[in-house]
């Protein structure tokens, strides 16, 4: 499968169409090498190549390889589905594209178990990704069906019109609603783990209170302004406050009852890549969130606390 590109500026071939394709530096640098982008009809295999305004660029996106994961033993719930896209709801554990590092199933592998058609922008282990949540997050994502959608939904994450609110338990109340505008890069100290470090990548969250519960716990919430690994978590570090459950940064719990991190993408927003409707979609929080926001909360506060028509108000600060 091929696409063309006519190119209104000049430049060299590697940037040019890293900034014309929802896809990283590295990926486009993989389809210049491997012979699969040509300018005015010949095979282009430098990646400096400069390209004149007005020169047409074909470039091929690899099939799909197939990885030997075993069986595809588990289910996901889907919140739409339509030509254009899907949105599902993740659960905890499951990382969403494969990797060097990743023997197990992921998100990609059980799209393509079901058969799922799948854009092919983002890469060859990443078909249909158009952005990411943490293997341990849970929550709503959306994925791509055709490179078209990719495109589109991939623009609104960069101009901002596409957007997720978050729903965290933290183990300490906030002082105050909070923006926290810092680099993000991997921490020097623990290749495991991302950090504030000088030199990184900028990152903007917001953090809103939400209710307190039993035992000085928290529910907030939480809006990405940028798309940076683990960026509610470090930021939310750099307050004193840690998610529950999230023992790679900074929470303790003498009882260890808690297994995994209780970070949900509980709301999503976007606009139809292909017909322009405003489009938002809510994520239920899994069982054990949820049951101990039950045992933890006033059920009842919380139902009217988190209605997605108004979470948007929280952050008008």
């Known amino acids: 499968m091929s696409e063309i590109i006519t190119i209104d500026q000049e430049g060299r071939l590697d940037k040019i169409l890293a900034e014309s394709l929802p896809a990283s530096r590295n990926q486009v640098e993989k389809l210049i090498e491997e012979g699969l982008v040509a300018v005015n009809g010949k095979v282009v295999t430098k990646r400096a190549f400069h390209l004149q305004s007005g020169d047409e660029v074909r470039y091929q996106l690899k099939e799909p390889s197939e990885r030997d994961v075993g069986e595809v033993d588990f289910d996901l719930q889907i919140l739409y589905e ?176 808690i297994a995994r991190v209780y970070l949900h993408a509980y709301q999503l927003y976007l606009a139809h890549p292909k017909s322009g409707e405003k489009m938002q979609f809510v994520a239920p929080l899994f069982d054990d969130m949820s049951g101990f926001i039950i045992q933890n909360f006033d059920r009842e506060e919380i139902s009217k606390k988190i209605d997605p028509k108004s979470l948007y108000r929280y952050f008008d600060f």
């Open 82 to 257: 339509d030509e254009e896209m899907m949105v599902i709801n993740k659960p905890s554990g499951l990382v969403v594209h494969p990797a060097p590092s990743v023997k197990g199933a992921t998100l990609v592998d059980w799209l393509k178990t079901k058969g799922v058609s799948l854009s092919t922008l983002s890469g060859e282990e990443r078909h249909g990704i158009v952005h990411r949540i943490d293997k341990e997050t849970t929550g709503a994502l959306v994925i791509a069906k055709t490179n078209q959608a990719h495109q589109n939904l991939s623009a609104q994450l960069q101009d901002k019109s596409m957007g997720r609110y978050y729903l965290a338990l933290i183990d300490h109340p906030l002082k105050e609603n909070a923006i926290v505008h810092k680099p993000i890069g991997r921490s020097p100290s623990n290749r495991l783990k991302m950090d504030v470090v000088a030199g990184g990548r900028e990152a903007k969250t917001s953090f809103a209170k939400i209710a307190e519960g039993i035992g000085n716990i928290e529910l907030i919430a939480a809006k990405l302004y940028t798309g940076r690994t683990h960026q509610i978590r470090v930021h939310l570090g750099t307050l004193g406050r840690h998610i529950l459950g999230d023992h790679l940064y900074g929470f303790k719990s003498k009882k260890d009852t």
